[in-house]
């Protein structure tokens, strides 16, 4: 009898946690859909805003400016290679690392003995 009563209660419980899982996970997911929602609206006000300012774009903002030949000419200097340097290493001493020092490693005694 015992047994039995114990069970059921059990499985009460675990019907109240199921039950307060439910309300969380639905609370969670409404408070996902309204921001979902909110998004939406700003982004058809973004959109709303970027389609009107493009109408105010006239022909009069437009500058035809003639670019000669003297203005258009580009000056170009050949940077030298570097070459490439094989096994050695040149490190700024700012930037190299500090070095650590290892304390030596004692052998360890393990007990054998040999006389």
């Given at each position: 009898?015992?047994?039995c009563?114990?069970l059921?209660?059990k499985?009460?419980?675990?019907?109240?946690e199921v039950i307060?899982?439910?309300?969380t996970?639905k609370?969670?997911?409404e408070?996902?859909?309204?921001?979902?929602?909110?998004?939406?609206?700003?982004?058809?006000?973004?959109?709303?805003v970027?389609?009107?300012?493009?109408?105010?774009?006239?022909?009069?903002?437009?500058?035809?400016?003639p670019?000669?030949a003297?203005?258009?000419?580009?000056?170009i200097?050949?940077?030298p290679k570097?070459?490439?340097?094989?096994?050695?290493?040149?490190?700024d001493?700012?930037?190299?690392?500090?070095?650590?020092?290892?304390?030596k490693v004692q052998?360890?005694?393990?007990g054998?003995?040999?006389d």
């Amino acid at each position: 009898m015992d047994l039995c009563t114990n069970l059921s209660n059990k499985v009460l419980e675990l019907e109240s946690e199921v039950i307060d899982i439910k309300s969380t996970y639905k609370a969670k997911i409404e408070k996902l859909e309204s921001r979902v929602e909110r998004s939406k609206e700003e982004n058809r006000l973004i959109t709303e805003v970027v389609t009107t300012a493009g109408v105010d774009v006239n022909a009069a903002s437009i500058q035809d400016t003639p670019i000669t030949a003297a203005k258009a000419t580009k000056v170009i200097d050949e940077v030298p290679k570097l070459r490439k340097r094989r096994g050695v290493i040149i490190q700024d001493h700012k930037e190299t690392k500090t070095v650590t020092v290892q304390p030596k490693v004692q052998a360890k005694d393990k007990g054998k003995a040999t006389d």
